[in-house]
């Protein structure tokens, strides 16, 4: 089954920690995305990648890093500069030439403590 | 930027009665409109989308949604709710294409 694969489902770490939420995708998508949602605010753009080795910023960046050496993968840590972290992320993927049309992931819920 | 406004955070309505979810949209240039819905704490899955063409879409689940250009909006309807429709929807707008804008959602809750 194609699909775009989050893990784990929900994440439990101490305040100052860097931490790392994995998004892989078996769609052969090109252009992939990391989105924030918080309870009454939608979700919002963090980073996103076109292609391998390149990515660009989203709205709120600020405290975020992402890495995009394979195709397939497209890892966001949280930093500790991210002030308010906790909150649930969602990772999306799209073809090159119909970026319009995002598939998403089942998401991550980020706790920190 | 667009900016999109979903002026419902919560809709209730009884099981079997119509329902419409309404979303506004800043700007009357070329636009992608989409709507999604969210069950708790999954992904977002892609109930109908507007790329051009007719005005009228029909999406999944007897959604549909009507693009009303000189109104900027995107209203999702459906005839006759289930209690399987209880869930978080959100109206999002594209006009590159690189960028979504989506709502803060519209919390529908169907009662028996």
């Known amino acids: 089954d194609g699909g775009i694969t989050q893990s784990p489902k929900y994440l439990f770490r101490k305040e100052g920690q860097n931490v790392t939420l994995s998004c892989e995708q078996n769609l052969n998508h090109d252009a992939m995305y990391w989105y924030r949602q918080d309870p009454g605010q939608g979700l919002r753009l963090i980073y996103y990648?076109?292609?391998?080795?390149?990515?660009q910023k989203g709205d709120i960046a600020e405290g975020y890093s992402v890495s995009r050496e394979k195709k397939e993968s497209f890892p966001l840590t949280v930093t500790s500069a991210q002030k308010n972290p906790t909150a649930f992320y969602l990772c999306?993927?799209?073809?090159?030439?119909?970026?319009?049309?995002?598939?998403f992931g089942p998401g991550t819920r980020l706790t920190v403590t | 930027a667009q900016s999109v406004t979903q002026l419902d955070s919560q809709v209730p309505v009884f099981e079997e009665a119509p329902v419409e979810l309404r979303c506004n949209y800043s700007s009357s240039v070329s636009v992608y409109l989409f709507w999604y819905v969210q069950y708790p704490n999954q992904g977002l899955q892609l109930l109908l989308k507007?790329?051009?063409?007719?005005?009228l879409v029909k999406g999944i689940n007897g959604f549909e949604a009507e693009f009303n250009k000189s109104q900027t909006s995107f209203h999702l309807r459906k005839p006759s709710v289930h209690i399987s429709d209880t869930a978080e929807y959100f109206c999002?707008?594209?006009?590159?294409?690189?960028?979504?804008?989506f709502g803060t959602g519209t919390s529908l809750t169907v009662i028996p």
């Open positions: 507007y790329l051009s063409g007719s005005t």
């Open positions: 990648s076109q292609i391998v080795n390149d990515f």
């Open positions: 999002a707008v594209s006009d590159t294409g690189n960028q979504f804008y």
């Open positions: 999306a993927s799209s073809i090159e030439d119909k970026p319009h049309e995002q598939y």
